[in-house]
């Protein structure tokens, strides 16, 4: 005991440094910290799962989301309790779970499809059904606008791969893709598309030659569930299994395998516009954001239910998720937002005063004319028979059906018509063959078509539109006769003149 108070009492003081603890938030990459700043936004709980998801293209607060027999837009807006999700409208006329919902660029249309196979474009101001394209055998899991606005490209679990034409709703190409389920599709160029598959294959299609593939990639994957690229671009991404391949288009080769982090199957992928970030999800209940260009992980969301969705925003400031319990998250980066953002500039004249001289324009709302909300929503058998009204102007209703024949869309509006209408039509056809040369080639186009492509024609037996046919017949006769003898009147004036 007094060795020990011997050596206590030699001890001496010695006050220690304090050190700073550590911010972990200065150890972060610039990415790392854009990854971070994807705060949540608002949440939302469906009764039913969600299969997929799109931003509207010009509404980055909008969010259609595919559940249930529906298609349904989402807003994201900030009341006295804090952001929240509210429902825009709804579309529910599917018959079967509806597995895919995309806009077009301009986001005046948008194209979903269901379970049954089924493909249906709608409007999205009015939620008018403008197009039901029925050819797939079983469900479409995915359908895409083209860039160029007027087409739809479907794959579908048949392992087939279509095109279709919106103006027309024709099928335009259909070509076996895979030897297995297909189940991606993306736009990459006028008229490129990749699709990926169930047989591990990623395929580049040119839909000018849709024999045969323009480009084979093996991934490695028993499968391919979701394939993603910016359009024009030569580098594209399928993901499959737990793992994400990079390719080069132009090479035609595997650039690398990206380590993703997922321990369960990735049910959805989607790049980020304008950014180089890329958002995966899986059957493990997270999704995570990663850096493409370095392939490093730079954040990770645990969410209590598989994820089966995912979108982006078109600025990139904002990413949407969706599960199979039909819970839903927004996140934006504010940050993002605000660089994006106008900014006023500057010493920017608040206040005009008028001066002598001055050229006042006033500012007009240009009205739509019903000519051009019908063609708009190609409502063409409407818009036929406001051409051949008898009260519109025969010039206007000329240039209509022109405009009809251009679009491919006569023959459409011509086809489901019965006897009274075929007989208004054939009315307007001998009302425009006593016009001149090019009003008289319009109307024998309308002719031939409608007895091409309408089957009341061509069992008939009512007297009204027998009548109207052999009217039509005596001034086509007349016109042959005529033609006759000016080419005979021809053929002695050359003569002469010789």
């Known amino acids: 005991?007094?060795?020990?108070?011997?050596?206590?009492?030699?001890?001496?003081?010695?006050?220690?440094?304090?050190?700073?603890?550590?911010?972990?938030?200065?150890?972060?990459?610039?990415?790392?910290?854009?990854?971070?700043?994807?705060?949540?936004?608002?949440?939302?709980?469906?009764?039913?799962?969600?299969?997929?998801?799109?931003?509207h293209p010009?509404?980055?607060?909008?969010?259609?989301?595919?559940?249930?027999?529906?298609?349904?837009?989402?807003?994201?807006?900030?009341?006295?309790?804090?952001?929240s999700v509210s429902s825009l409208w709804k579309y529910a006329k599917f018959k079967n779970f509806a597995r895919s919902v995309h806009f077009r660029s301009d986001g005046m249309l948008c194209v979903a499809s269901d379970g049954n196979g089924d493909i249906e474009v709608f409007e999205v101001k009015s939620r008018t059904q403008l197009r039901k394209f029925r050819g797939h055998e079983e469900a479409v899991p995915c359908a895409r606008f083209g860039s160029d606005k007027t087409q739809v490209v479907s794959v579908g679990d048949d392992r087939t791969l279509r095109s279709w034409d919106v103006a027309t709703g024709a099928e335009v190409t259909k070509v076996v893709a895979h030897d297995d389920y297909a189940r991606s599709v993306v736009n990459v160029g006028q008229t490129q598309w990749i699709s990926g598959g169930y047989d591990g294959l990623v395929k580049l299609w040119d839909l000018r030659e849709p024999t045969r593939p323009a480009l084979v990639l093996k991934t490695g994957m028993n499968q391919v569930e979701v394939v993603d690229a910016h359009l024009g671009a030569t580098v594209m991404y399928a993901a499959g299994g737990i793992g994400?391949?990079?390719?080069?288009?132009?090479?035609?080769?595997?650039?690398?395998?990206?380590?993703?982090?997922?321990?369960?199957?990735?049910?959805?992928?989607?790049?980020?516009?304008?950014?180089?970030?890329m958002l995966t999800s899986s059957?493990?209940?997270?999704?995570?954001?990663?850096?493409?260009?370095?392939?490093?992980?730079?954040?990770?969301?645990?969410?209590?239910?598989?994820?089966?969705?995912?979108?982006?925003?078109?600025?990139?400031?904002?990413?949407?998720?969706?599960?199979t319990d039909g819970s839903m998250v927004v996140r934006r980066n504010k940050k993002m937002i605000r660089a994006t953002a106008p900014k006023a500039q500057a010493?920017?004249?608040?206040?005009?005063?008028?001066?002598?001289?001055?050229?006042?324009?006033?500012?007009?709302?240009?009205?739509?004319?019903?000519?051009?909300?019908?063609?708009?929503?190609?409502?063409h058998t409407k818009a036929?028979?406001?051409?051949?009204?008898?009260?519109?102007?025969?010039?206007?209703?000329?240039?209509?059906?022109?405009?009809?024949?251009?679009r491919s869309g006569l023959v459409g509006a011509l086809k489901g018509r019965d006897e009274q209408k075929c007989m208004d039509v054939l009315s307007w056809v001998k009302r425009a063959l006593g016009r001149e040369v090019p009003f008289q080639i319009l109307a024998l186009e309308v002719l031939c078509a409608l007895l091409q492509s309408n089957p009341v024609m061509a069992n008939t037996s009512s007297p009204g539109i027998v009548r109207l046919l052999q009217r039509i017949l005596q001034r086509v006769n007349r016109e042959l006769a005529m033609q006759t003898q000016v080419a005979s009147v021809v053929g002695m004036m050359d003569t002469l003149l010789q």
């Open 347 to 379: 010493g920017a004249m608040r206040v005009y005063v008028p001066q002598a001289g001055d050229v006042v324009h006033e500012h007009t709302r240009v009205v739509q004319t019903t000519i051009d909300k019908l063609m708009r929503r190609f409502e």
């Open 244 to 277: 994400v391949s990079e390719f080069d288009l132009a090479a035609g080769r595997l650039l690398r395998q990206l380590e993703v982090g997922h321990t369960k199957a990735i049910t959805a992928m989607a790049l980020q516009p304008k950014q180089s970030g």
């Open 1 to 55: 005991l007094a060795q020990v108070l011997c050596v206590w009492s030699s001890m001496q003081y010695v006050p220690l440094n304090v050190v700073a603890a550590r911010d972990p938030t200065k150890e972060l990459s610039e990415e790392c910290k854009l990854a971070k700043a994807f705060k949540m936004y608002a949440s939302h709980k469906e009764n039913s799962g969600i299969s997929s998801m799109c931003f």
């Open 384 to 406: 036929l028979d406001l051409a051949i009204a008898p009260e519109l102007p025969e010039t206007l209703g000329l240039s209509l059906v022109d405009e009809l024949i251009q």
């Open 58 to 83: 010009l509404r980055p607060g909008h969010v259609a989301i595919a559940t249930s027999t529906r298609v349904e837009l989402k807003g994201a807006t900030v009341g006295d309790s804090g952001p």
């Open 283 to 323: 059957l493990d209940q997270t999704y995570k954001l990663h850096d493409v260009s370095s392939g490093v992980v730079l954040n990770n969301w645990n969410v209590t239910a598989p994820v089966q969705a995912v979108a982006w925003s078109s600025d990139g400031a904002s990413f949407a998720v969706g599960s």
